[in-house]
């Protein structure tokens, strides 16, 4: 297969193809110029070749007619392991430019040496081939492969100091290092050597330090953790006989191309065999489901054990984009048919279409769907991954159509809901155009194309506080006060004066009108019975005497539509799936008598949303960790005269560095009112190098987005999701359940979140844009609200909705009312939403006296960090928005008299890999480095011991530059939690896993980190 790649600008050498040869009339179309070039050509007949053609070895770019095409090989995996020969660079930088190739690829070209001769030799520049093709080229000659520096080539183009080599007749073969977690990383070069990855080990003890000694053939590293062996490799017959379908699949790595012999045994079976022989070779090839299988593998020696040698599609010396390609769609294969694949497709289709929380029978059916590509008795494809089978099974499952039970359902999304309203009441564009509406991702929390994160708009195994723990209910992580109530004044505003762009959601229009709802108006009875049947299927139980109220007082039948439309918004069976099951009535909870508050702190949690490179943040200056670092980080080390510098004693270096986007902090820093908390991260006990790679206790998921933002807001890392709740709302809970019985608020700014959230205080949700979201029509509505939310229901999804929404209706007017009754001292930035969410919790904190309040926690959240490319800008940018909105924050602070009981400290998901990677990025990591900010702190320090070492394989090194940190998240936490009035009898359930933990060594002391009082 051949692509045309370009005209006779492209500057990449290659053979000038003949006019008149068979495959230059392929390619051009005609014998001659002029060509007609196809953007693809591909090959069905074996082509004679002609000239300079015949003696090409290997074939990338050839010219022809001025056109360029490039030679797509067929797709071929090597093996990952191997023998090497040194291939070196083919001039000037001779030793200096060189590595290790397999000599079965073609990696370099031929450079000939003998007497006085010293030459390369090529049919066309730049051409590469085979190390077997490169001694033949020599031997021609009566020459050998050069094993010293020869003068570059003005023919054959091997001189580029990057790209181009020729072959050597040097051997090498790195050791493979072997882990104790069962990882190898070999050491031919230093990208391989940062690659540690699993293998499947196939037979013998692997290799491991025992009593400070390796196994014969290898030796401990240098601190003793693992061992370093000489390797091995060999090729091996895996089958005499023909294999059942599972021995196969489990055993053979390799793929074939189509044997062209026919089939020699199990012609009839389901495992066809075609052998080369008579009898079961390496050479013979087996066909099963489609796919061909060469009866081969590889494997490396290591110390007295073996493991298969991996197959890959990447050309380690001669990287390309189809290489990569391949390898990600093998990856999607792999998953594709992966075991888990049919249920777990199965499960999230469920919860989107049907209910959050289906049984495991229901799973089980519409996995066997997607598998067999059949359900109940139909046969839609019969194939594997059949989605026409899968969504019967979703939908025509007996639990699908026959929801009674308390936990089928699920909360309805808001732009379902809304879709549904607007073509249920059957709403039209005044001139019949389609329906513009503006963008309302940051006014209802969904829109198309518009999820915040990769993980969508919410994550699936969500669960609300209120239900119990093996209950999901995924779409309540978005039913936000804010979000909920927007929706509500967006669609009432749109029933009673459709959308338009004056004070709705729609475009642009003359009299601020585009369109309208058209449902028409009917007997009350008629309309009720319409209203129940489009808007709930028929669904409809205690809410509908309410609704038929509405009909039968209003004044006129079209008044009275509009607010039973607006009723049908709020009530259950629009909002949720399922059966409702109406109870009781609900019992008024009591009113609270609030007295004078005795004291007010507040902390503020940070949060560096995607993981910052925090060792971009706080840099060592003007000591060996400086050269470390530079060493380390390479293109993205920060130069000295762009740091800010600062002091710090008890560290190996006495100076540091801030990046220069954040001056508020050495300001803060040099005033002693902000310091930084070294060496941090998700810890479930103290690890180093040997227990992390060994039996220590780690976090689930470590380097992972989702797992890493739960874990550093819950700090129970070893426990998936967030049934430990958040730490900040665990303080919440001690501080309102201690002897002094503090009256405690947590507030989030940034939509639902784990750290904000405790057992018994429920963090309240605010807007960044207006603090609260009040319902418009809260004051004519209010007896209908009543109406919906004073009867219990049986269905936890129901039950969850009314409690929801009573409780966002009561929060955002009681907050509403707080926040229009004080004013801010300063005129606030909202330059960035970090900007807007801490100017609403400043506002908040205006209101304490108002609100007698005693203890505040608040969390606010700014990113995307997850810097994986061009950091250096990215940080600019983010940096410097977080100093615009903590300088002002700091300075309302000050300006109401409350920066000294205020605490603001900053977390991440983790850490970034100190080396980059080809993107001038930075990937997942785990240590970092934060800040803690605040009036009444000890500041101007750097606590917590600052890594020793920065170079890759140092003491805290777990691969690649990911840092181990030394200290867990609680080593800041615990003191702010003591600070905030948190008693001793509470701080195991607050912080479960500091008993893992030495506090003299692992926690900063609450008198080291706050001034006394």
């Known amino acids: ?61 050839v010219e022809v007619a001025g056109g360029h095409y490039q030679f797509e090989p067929a797709d071929c995996v090597q093996l990952f392991f191997y023998i090497g020969k040194i291939i070196a660079h083919g001039g000037d930088g001779w030793w200096w430019r060189r590595s290790c190739a397999n000599p079965v690829t073609r990696s370099a070209g031929v450079a000939c040496c003998g007497g006085a001769t010293k030459d390369h030799f090529c049919i066309y520049p730049k051409s590469y081939v085979t190390l077997t093709e490169a001694t033949s080229t020599c031997q021609l000659q009566g020459l050998e492969l050069c094993n010293t520096k020869i003068v570059a080539s003005t023919e054959c183009e091997y001189d580029d100091l990057t790209t181009d080599r020729v072959w050597t007749p040097i051997d090498c073969s790195g050791a493979i290092e072997v882990h104790p977690s ?5 050491q031919v070069d230093t990208t391989t050597q940062q690659n540690l990855f699993p293998v499947e080990w196939l037979e013998g003890s692997m290799p491991v330090v025992t009593d400070g000694a390796c196994p014969s053939g290898c030796s401990t590293s240098s601190d003793e953790t693992y061992c370093v062996c000489v390797a091995t490799m060999s090729s091996n017959t895996v ?54 299988y060469k009866n081969q593998q590889q494997t490396v020696a290591v110390g007295g054990a073996k493991f298969r040698n991996p197959p890959v599609f990447m050309h380690k010396m001669m990287p390309s984009t189809r290489g990569a390609l391949l390898e990600v769609e093998t990856m999607l294969d792999h998953l594709f048919t992966h075991q888990n694949t049919p249920v777990f497709i199965g499960y999230r289709l469920i919860q989107r279409l049907v209910t959050s929380n289906p049984s495991a029978a229901y799973i089980e059916a519409v996995g066997q769907a997607f598998s067999t590509g059949t ?59 389609e329906i513009g509406l503006q963008g309302l991702q940051d006014t209802i929390a969904q829109w198309p194309f518009e999820s915040p994160s990769v993980f969508n708009f919410y994550l699936p195994g969500y669960s609300p506080d209120r239900f119990a723990d093996e209950y999901v209910g995924p779409e309540f992580e978005i039913f936000t006060p804010p979000m909920a109530i927007n929706l509500l004044n967006g669609l009432m505003k749109m029933v009673d004066d459709g959308f338009s762009w004056c004070d709705s959601w729609g475009w642009n229009s003359p009299n601020c009108h585009n369109g309208g709802l058209t449902f028409p108006t ?49 009530v259950p069976e629009f909002n949720v799936m399922g059966a409702s099951m109406p109870g ?160 405690t608020t947590s507030f989030s700014v940034a939509g639902t979140a784990p750290w904000p959230t405790g057992f018994g205080v429920k963090a309240e949700i605010l807007d960044q844009n207006t603090g609260v979201s009040r319902l418009s029509q809260y004051t004519e509505l209010q007896t209908v609200i009543g109406n919906i939310t004073s009867v219990t229901h049986g269905n936890i999804y129901c039950e969850e909705y009314v409690q929801a929404f009573n409780d966002a209706l009561l929060t955002s007017e009681q907050m509403g009312e707080y926040l229009e009754a004080t004013a801010l001292q300063t005129s606030m930035s909202t330059s960035s939403s970090l900007a807007m969410q801490l100017k609403q919790v400043a506002h908040i904190i205006a209101t304490r006296e108002d609100r007698k309040a005693e203890r505040d926690v608040f969390f606010v959240s700014f990113g995307s960090f997850d810097t994986h490319s061009s950091v250096a800008s990215a ?72 890594p020793r070492s920065l170079v890759e394989g140092g003491e805290q090194d777990a691969g690649r530059g990911r840092l181990i940190p030394k200290y867990p998240w609680e080593s800041v936490m615990v003191p702010i939690a003591e600070w905030m ?33």
């Open 1 to 61: 297969k051949y692509r045309f790649v370009g005209g006779s600008q492209l500057t990449e050498s290659g053979l000038s193809l003949q006019a008149g040869s068979e495959l230059f009339t392929a390619l051009c179309g005609a014998a001659a110029a002029p060509c007609s070039f196809k953007l693809e050509v591909e090959l069905t007949t074996t082509l004679t070749c002609s000239g300079t053609e015949c003696d090409v070895m290997d074939l990338n770019v």
């Open 875 to 946: 940080l600019n940018g983010l940096f410097g928005s977080v100093n615009t909105a903590l300088e002002s924050f700091v300075t309302e602070l000050k300006a109401q008299g409350v920066f000294d009981n205020t605490v603001i400290v900053t977390h991440s998901d983790f850490g970034r890999t100190l080396t980059p990677n080809s993107g001038l990025g930075t990937d997942h990591a785990w240590a970092g480095n934060h800040v803690v900010i605040g009036g009444g702190l000890n500041g101007g320090k750097v606590f917590n011991t600052f």
């Open 182 to 186: 069962g990882k190898v990383a070999w």
């Open 584 to 743: 009781d009535g609900r019992a008024t909870a009591a009113s609270e008598t609030l007295t004078e508050p005795r004291s007010y702190k507040a902390t503020v949690m940070l949060f560096l949303h995607g993981g910052a490179d925090t060792f971009n943040l706080l840099v060592p200056l003007n000591c060996d960790l400086y050269d470390e670092y530079v060493s380390v980080r390479q293109d993205v080390a920060l130069a000295p005269e762009s740091l800010l510098s600062i002091s710090t004693s008890g560290q190996t270096c006495s100076e540091f560095g801030i990046h220069a986007g954040l001056p508020i902090l050495k300001e803060l820093y040099d005033a002693g009112d902000a310091a930084f908390i070294a060496n941090v991260g998700g810890l479930v006990e103290p690890l180093t190098k040997e227990t992390y790679e060994g039996s220590g206790a780690r976090c689930a998921g470590l380097y992972s987005h989702s797992d890493q933002q739960v874990a550093a807001q819950t700090l129970k890392c070893q426990t998936r999701g967030t049934s430990p709740k958040g730490a900040g709302g665990r303080i919440a809970d001690a501080l309102a359940s201690s002897s002094q019985s503090y009256r």
């Open 239 to 292: 089958f005499t006989s023909l294999p059942s379908a599972t021995d196969l699949t489990s055993k053979l790595k390799i793929g074939a191309y189509p044997p062209t012999t026919s089939c020699s045994q199990g012609c009839s079976s389901e495992v066809k065999a075609y052998l080369t022989g008579s009898s079961f070779d390496e050479n013979t090839i087996f066909e099963y489901s489609g796919k061909y």
């Open 375 to 433: 359900y109940d008795g139909h046969t839609y494809s019969g194939k594997y991954g059949d989605l026409a089978a899968t969504v019967a099974a979703i939908l025509l499952h007996p639990e699908a159509r026959m929801q009674d039970d308390a936990w089928e359902g699920a909360l309805r999304e808001p732009l379902i809901k809304m879709m549904h309203f607007m073509r249920a009441m059957e709403y039209r564009d005044d001139d019949g155009r």
């Open 522 to 570: 009917n007997d009350s009875e008629v309309t009720l019975n319409q209203l129940d049947l489009l808007l709930t299927g028929g669904r409809m139980t205690s809410s509908k005497q309410a609704v038929r109220e509405i009909l039968e007082e209003a004044a006129t039948p079209a008044a009275g539509l509009k607010k039973a439309q607006k009723a049908m918004l709020m």
């Open 981 to 1013: 009035g948190m008693e001793s009898g509470e701080t195991a359930d607050v912080f479960p896993n500091l008993a893992n933990f030495n506090r003299s060594q692992h926690i900063i002391g609450t008198s080291s980190l706050f001034q006394s009082r």
